[in-house]
């Protein structure tokens, strides 16, 4: 079968149609083209090499962290909070979840912003940007001269036989996607946003999921990437076993940082994608921002950044993998390190990287693992000397928030003497049950069991 070329007009009348900005259709048009000449997005191992030995946060000298508090009055902190936390169950924003003594992500990143003294930027969707500006609206001292959030964009699906524009008669809003959180280059354009900071005097943009608590302004990594007049830096952190199937750092041969995400890795080079011995690095989407340099570069291209294409295979409707097969074009935020001449990365604690992606992280948070502190950021107990719990909850009876939090009803267990909970079936916790070292529990049993309140668990258990 003889390649469709593709015919991009009815993109463009559809994306006209929708009142998306004239940018957003080039910027979509830059890639569809690309896909129409056959271009994969992929990259292959021959084209890259491992990242070299890199900046190592903790050992950054005591001056940065003064030139990061000199730095602090031109900085924001800007979180994307585009995603709905669908995997969990969610149908409202995932930032309105609670995570810590009553505060869902959002109460808790304010209290971040207010108390460092810096605005607070989000990149919202259509589908978060009312229910969280909404639940901001309590926290008066972030209202200033900066909106509170800009939105993110959609871009049209694409039907893979012939390239033609997807369509869904069950429900017009399948035929559209989200193209990735690199459209948060093209969203500052197009909100105005990037000028208004410029114009109010800002230049240091920290940027970060919304789900990622570890995720603070540190004046010390602030002060490194402004001393050094950095245009764009990523946050990286040592990959482990867990971390192998995930994106990775590298660089072109004349050492250029890149950014190669799983879709992009052609099958061939699988083994030595997940190689974390030859792969070190892998992308915590903690970045940061000159926005000076971003404006440059922007002009200079006239808007389209030119980050790598990533082409995903879906089908239009998610939930029927009989309904017609589309690509969804994607680019990710962190591949513009490739575009920023001279652009860094920093190594970091994992700390500085923990969000919350399960309900498994969720109960790990809420429980005595952590504490949050006088600054409102969510730390490892002190107490626990054991290293990050692991924690595998029976995802028939746990995955979503809902069904998970009816098991908890007087909150989680005690889980800082806990190196690893397993649970296996239908098991409700009452209150103040303490769990030490390694447990895996079982309830083989067709009907729910219960855990006493006060029941301190040592070892295995079954119902």
């Known amino acids: 079968m003889t390649k469709p070329q593709g015919n991009f007009a009815p993109f463009a009348s559809r994306m006209q149609g929708e009142g998306l900005p004239e940018i957003v259709t080039r910027t979509f048009e830059h890639y569809y083209n690309q896909l129409a000449s056959g271009e994969t997005g992929l990259i292959p191992e021959t084209d890259i090499e491992p990242a070299a030995t890199l900046p190592d946060t903790a050992n950054l000298p005591p001056e940065m962290a003064a030139a990061g508090r000199e730095a602090l009055p031109k900085a924001i902190l800007l979180k994307l909070n585009g995603g709905l936390g669908t995997s969990m169950g969610l149908e409202k924003a995932k930032s309105l979840l609670q995570i810590k003594n009553g505060l869902n992500f959002l109460d808790i990143i ?142 072109m041969p004349g050492g250029q940082l890149l950014l190669r995400e799983s879709a992009q890795c052609p099958a061939e080079d699988e083994a030595t994608f997940q190689d974390i011995t030859r792969h070190r690095f892998f992308n915590t989407n903690n970045l940061w921002i000159n926005l000076d340099a971003l404006k440059e570069l922007m002009d200079a291209q006239n808007n389209i950044l030119g980050l790598s294409m990533i082409c995903n295979k879906k089908t239009v409707d998610p939930r029927d993998k009989a309904s017609t097969p589309v690509f969804q074009l994607e680019t ?48 490892a107990n002190p107490e626990r000397q054991l290293g990050r719990a692991y924690i595998d909850l029976d995802p028939a009876f746990y995955q979503f928030v809902d069904d998970f939090e009816a098991r908890f009803p007087s909150g989680p267990p005690s889980l800082v003497q806990c190196e690893r909970l397993v649970v296996k079936g239908d098991i409700l916790f009452e209150e103040g049950v303490v769990i030490q070292g390694n447990v895996t529990m079982k309830n083989g049993t067709s009907s729910q069991v219960v855990v006493p309140k006060g029941s301190i668990i040592t070892g295995d258990w079954e119902a």
Request: charged content about 20%; hydrophobic content about 40%; glycine content about 8%.
């Open 110 to 251: 304010a209290k971040q912003a207010l108390h460092s003294g810096i605005p607070l930027v989000l990149m919202d969707s259509y589908s978060t940007s009312e229910d969280s500006l909404e639940a901001l609206s309590q926290y008066t001292g972030l209202q200033g001269d900066i909106p509170l959030d800009f939105l993110q964009h959609k871009v049209p699906k694409i039907v893979r036989e012939d390239l033609s524009p997807a369509t869904s008669d069950t429900d017009p809003d399948l035929a559209w996607c989200p193209p990735g959180h690199g459209d948060i280059y093209t969203a500052l354009i197009t909100s105005g946003m990037l000028d208004k900071l410029l114009s109010k005097g800002y230049r240091y943009a920290f940027v970060s999921n919304s789900d990622n608590l570890g995720a603070v302004i540190d004046p010390a990594i602030l002060g490194y990437f402004a001393s050094n007049n950095l245009p764009f830096m990523m946050e990286v952190a040592d990959r482990t076993e867990a971390d192998k199937k995930g994106g990775h750092l590298a660089q």
């Open 332 to 379: 990710a935020m962190g591949s513009a390190i490739a575009v920023f001449q001279g652009a860094g990365a920093v190594r970091i604690s994992k700390s500085r990287f923990a969000p919350i992606k399960k309900t498994n992280d969720l109960l790990d948070v809420r429980s005595d693992n952590y504490i949050m502190t006088d600054d409102f950021q969510v730390q």
